[in-house]
C-alpha cells in the first residue's frame, strides 16, 4: 500500500490528529481501472456531503482531486482510498483552532476474488450485531467503523463471505461492505437508509440506471421476512461492483435476471 499525507507520501499520521483521536472524519473507497478513478465526481460530491454533513468546511476540493488523479493514474487496477480528517489538534472533542483537514490517499492491490464470487455467487449470514439508528449520521461513510468491525469479527467466525446487517429495530439495512437490492416478481427493492447505513456509490448509480431503463426501484423500511420472500438478492459496492446472492442463510438463490441487468449497467467498470 502507497500513502500520501496531505500530498507527500509518508507511511506515519500524527497521533494528534482526529481520526486517531475520535474518528472525526469520513471516507470513499474508488476503483481504479487504466489508471484512471472509476465514478470519480460522484466519489467527491459523497465526501463533499459527507463533510458538510460533518461541519468540516476547510478542504481544499482542488488539491484533493489532483492528487487523487495523481495516485491512480499509473496503476492499472488498484483500490484508491481517500480519508478527510478533521485535522490535528483541538482540545478535546472541540475543534477550535484547527486550521486545515488532513487529506490522506493511499493506493492498494485488487481484490482479485470478486471475479469468482461473480460466477459461484455469495453467500450471506444474518449478523447478530444491529446497527443503531443515527439520523444525524446515516449514510455517512464516517470514520467510526466499530459496529462494522464488529459485524466483520462474528461474521469470521462462520462459513459466509458477507453479513446481512439489520439495525435495532429489527429492519434490513444493508451488508458489511455493501448495499443490497431483492427482486420478487418484476418489483424490485432496496432498503431505507435514512436511520442508519452507508449512501454507496454504486447503490446510487444503479439506482439511477433502473430509473432511466423504466425500472422502478422501491426504498423500503421492512424487516428480514422480506428477503426470505424474495426470487433474488443482489449486493453492491464500488469495486465488486455486482454480486448475484446465491445463499441467505438457509434459503438458496437461483435467479440471476436482476444480476445480470445491473451487471450489465456497470459496463464501464469491465478492463478494456
Request: aromatic share 8%.
Amino acid at each position: 500500500m502507497y500513502n500520501w499525507i496531505n500530498g507527500k507520501k509518508q507511511p506515519t499520521l500524527a497521533i494528534s490528529d482526529r481520526s486517531v483521536q475520535f474518528g472525526d472524519g469520513c471516507f470513499t473507497t474508488a476503483a481504479v481501472r487504466n489508471g484512471r478513478i472509476q465514478l470519480l465526481e460522484a466519489h467527491l460530491r459523497r465526501l463533499r456531503w459527507s463533510c458538510e454533513r460533518l461541519i468540516m468546511l476547510n478542504v481544499d476540493w482542488a488539491r484533493l482531486e489532483r492528487e487523487m488523479i495523481k495516485a491512480a493514474q499509473s496503476h492499472t487496477q488498484a483500490v484508491l482510498k481517500v480519508i478527510i480528517s478533521a485535522g490535528s489538534g483541538g482540545r478535546g472533542y472541540s475543534r477550535t483552532g484547527i486550521s486545515k483537514t488532513t487529506r490522506i490517499v493511499s493506493i492498494s492491490s485488487w481484490p482479485y476474488y470478486y471475479q469468482t464470487l461473480q460466477i459461484q455467487g455469495i453467500k450471506l449470514c444474518t449478523s447478530p450485531v444491529r446497527l443503531a439508528q443515527n439520523p444525524l449520521l446515516a449514510g455517512i461513510k464516517h470514520l467510526n467503523r466499530l459496529e462494522q468491525v464488529l459485524i466483520r469479527a462474528h461474521l469470521d467466525q462462520r462459513d459466509g463471505e458477507e453479513a446481512l446487517v439489520l439495525d435495532t429495530a429489527g429492519n434490513i439495512v444493508e451488508c458489511c461492505t455493501a448495499n443490497l437490492f431483492w427482486r420478487k416478481g418484476s418489483r424490485v427493492f432496496t432498503p431505507d437508509l435514512t436511520q442508519a447505513g452507508v449512501e454507496g456509490i454504486m447503490r446510487y448509480y444503479l439506482m439511477e440506471q433502473m430509473s432511466t431503463a423504466g425500472q422502478i426501484c422501491q426504498v423500503v423500511c421492512c424487516g428480514l421476512s422480506q428477503l426470505f420472500e424474495a426470487d433474488e438478492v443482489v449486493i453492491c459496492n464500488s469495486l465488486m461492483p455486482v454480486l448475484p446472492v446465491r445463499q441467505l442463510d438457509d434459503r438458496l438463490f437461483k435467479e440471476r435476471s436482476l444480476y445480470n441487468m445491473l451487471r450489465e449497467s456497470c459496463h464501464f467498470m469491465k478492463m478494456k
